[in-house]
């Protein structure tokens, strides 16, 4: 990858690509969830405990190959007897089906394979009439072997017990020098254990490994995630111009305009319009609103319904009640707006002190005039007004009207007679 990143930490549809393993193993609700740490293992640890709280991580120290990873984890798997499906991080695509088939196939060994349109470098899958035979290193292989199309994902399922008694008994004389997993089917076979293939398209086992393979990967979870929202009743106005994340939810009969970006955590609901030229991330935008065009949602931006938030309007970590409006250049910030408020152009909630954030709270009904400044914290009544151009820095009591701005003076000829005197001045 060229980076300083892990390479499970770069984004794939918003989220690391470690999360995309994650989300594909958690639709079958496993009992424990290990990820196995290696290069950048601090950071990996972090990213992973965002992503999954429950999940147990595994440090592997020295990178040996995939079967010692394996036996890294197994330790945490302690007491555990059931299924172990392993999963890499960098393959994100893996579906929700096939993982089920690996589940529950009767096997003791299932490893999943693909016809692929070109072998390359794959480890091709050997089998036979009583199934998979072994599993050969595209390094390892000779000509007639190199020559099988099916070939191996990396990905295994095997019973907890199988693992813990055949994982010590792989070596590396092989030319990597590493402990391959691939060598558990060939001793589970020999120990009479019974070892199938289960086939998948190629698709679902794309990897990663390059920026061009990432950017390739993203072209495709982007095209799969508009058709998902069309097929559930989501119009996109112009699909190929919409970002979505892994977790985006958007109901049915909402509409999307264009150059729309959708960050992690956004739930739209059935009927809200999202105008172009919009980004999303951490929010949940209720029925009957409309957000946009050229609006910014934060974490922690909740819209109630017929909410409208208009151009370059940003809202973070606040609450608008049903029948909001926020016409334009604004920005709620740690803030609570009553149903039926109108925010004035301009308004800024001064949230932050340079230590701390501070609360706005504002009631039903409120009018609140453009270019107000609400200096947090602060709390404006029910049905009460601000004078535009204000400066409030005291609550302001429910139906009061509050000015907060300098008095006007006024000066006869001045202006006439200073444009005089900087003319004559320009001419000198």
């Given at each position: 990858?060229?980076?300083?990143?892990?390479?499970?930490?770069?984004?794939?549809g918003?989220?690391?690509l470690?999360?995309?393993?994650?989300a594909?193993g958690r639709?079958?609700?496993?009992?424990?969830?290990?990820?196995?740490?290696?290069?950048?293992?601090?950071?990996?640890?972090?990213a992973?405990?965002?992503?999954?709280?429950?999940?147990?991580?595994?440090?592997?120290?020295?990178?040996?190959?995939?079967?010692?990873?394996?036996?890294?984890a197994m330790?945490?798997?302690?007491?555990?007897?059931?299924?172990?499906?392993?999963?890499?991080?960098?393959?994100?695509?893996?579906?929700?089906?096939?993982?089920?088939?690996?589940?529950s196939?009767?096997?003791?060994?299932?490893?999943?394979?693909?016809?692929?349109?070109d072998?390359g470098?794959?480890?091709?899958?050997?089998?036979?009439?009583?199934?998979?035979?072994?599993?050969?290193?595209?390094?390892?292989?000779?000509?007639?072997?190199?020559?099988?199309?099916l070939?191996?994902?990396?990905?295994?399922?095997?019973?907890?017990?199988?693992?813990?008694?055949?994982?010590?008994?792989?070596?590396?004389?092989?030319a990597?020098g590493?402990?391959?997993?691939t060598?558990?089917?060939?001793?589970?076979?020999a120990?009479?254990?019974?070892?199938?293939?289960v086939?998948?398209d190629?698709?679902?086992?794309?990897?990663?490994n390059?920026?061009?393979?990432?950017?390739?990967?993203?072209?495709?979870f982007?095209?799969?995630?508009?058709?998902?929202?069309?097929?559930s009743?989501?119009?996109?106005?112009?699909?190929?111009?919409v970002?979505?994340?892994?977790d985006?939810?958007?109901?049915?009969?909402?509409?999307?305009?264009?150059?729309v970006v959708?960050?992690p955590?956004?739930?739209?609901?059935?009927?809200?319009?999202?105008?172009?030229?919009?980004?999303?991330e951490?929010c949940?935008?209720?029925?009957?609103?409309?957000?946009g065009?050229?609006?910014?949602?934060?974490?922690?931006?909740?819209l109630?319904g017929?909410?409208?938030?208009?151009?370059?309007?940003?809202?973070?970590?606040?609450?608008?009640?049903?029948g909001?409006?926020?016409?334009?250049?604004?920005?709620?910030?740690?803030a609570?707006v009553?149903?039926?408020?109108?925010?004035?152009?301009g308004?800024?909630?001064?949230?932050?002190?340079?230590?701390?954030?501070?609360?706005?709270?504002?009631?039903?009904?409120?009018?609140?005039?453009?270019d107000?400044?609400?200096?947090?914290?602060?709390?404006?009544?029910a049905?009460a007004?601000?004078?535009?151009?204000?400066?409030?820095t005291?609550?302001?009591?429910d139906?009061a009207?509050?000015?907060?701005?300098?008095?006007?003076?006024?000066?006869?000829g001045l202006?006439?007679?200073?444009?005089?005197?900087?003319?004559?001045?320009?001419?000198?």
């Open positions: 990858m060229q980076s300083d990143l892990p390479k499970v930490l770069h984004r794939l918003g989220v690391p470690v999360g995309h393993a994650l594909a639709t079958l609700e496993p009992q424990a969830v290990v990820v196995v740490a290696g290069h950048g293992a601090e950071a990996v640890r972090k992973v405990t965002r992503l999954e709280p429950e999940a147990r991580i595994a440090l592997q120290e020295e990178q040996l190959g995939t079967a010692h990873a394996v036996s890294q330790p945490l798997l302690d007491g555990f007897d059931g299924r172990v499906i392993v999963l890499y991080g960098d393959t994100p695509f893996i579906g929700e089906e096939t993982l089920s088939r690996l589940a196939h009767p096997a003791d060994v299932v490893v999943l394979g693909f016809e692929a349109a072998p470098r794959y480890g091709r899958l050997v089998t036979g009439p009583e199934g998979l035979e072994r599993i050969v290193e595209y390094k390892d292989a000779d000509e007639a072997t190199r020559a099988i199309r070939v191996n994902s990396g990905v295994l399922a095997a019973d907890a017990a199988l693992l813990r008694e055949f994982l010590p008994r792989i070596g590396n004389q092989n990597a590493e402990y391959y997993l060598d558990i089917p060939e001793l589970a076979r120990a009479s254990h019974r070892v199938e293939v086939t998948c190629e698709a679902e086992t794309l990897g990663i390059t920026r061009a393979e990432l950017a390739r990967a993203e072209a495709v982007q095209t799969r995630a508009r058709a998902r929202a069309m097929e009743g989501v119009t996109l106005i112009d699909p190929d111009t970002w979505f994340a892994l985006t939810y958007v109901g049915r009969d909402a509409i999307i305009g264009q150059n959708f960050g955590g956004v739930t739209i609901e059935s009927g809200a319009e999202i105008l172009p030229f919009c980004h999303l951490g949940h935008v209720s029925a009957g609103a409309t957000v065009p050229f609006a910014r949602l934060r974490p922690g931006a909740e109630g017929d909410v409208h938030v208009g151009n370059f309007v940003e809202i973070k970590n606040s609450v608008l009640d049903e909001v409006k926020v016409g334009h250049l604004t920005y709620l910030g740690d609570h009553g149903e039926g408020t109108n925010i004035g152009a308004t800024v909630t001064c949230n932050y002190d340079g230590v701390s954030k501070h609360r706005t709270e504002i009631g039903a009904n409120a009018f609140i005039g453009s107000t400044m609400l200096v947090a914290p602060v709390r404006v009544g049905r007004m601000t004078g535009s151009g204000s400066v409030i005291q609550d302001v009591p139906d009207l509050a000015l907060g701005r300098a008095r006007q003076v006024m000066k006869p202006a006439a007679r200073l444009m005089q005197a900087l003319r004559q001045k320009k001419g000198n």
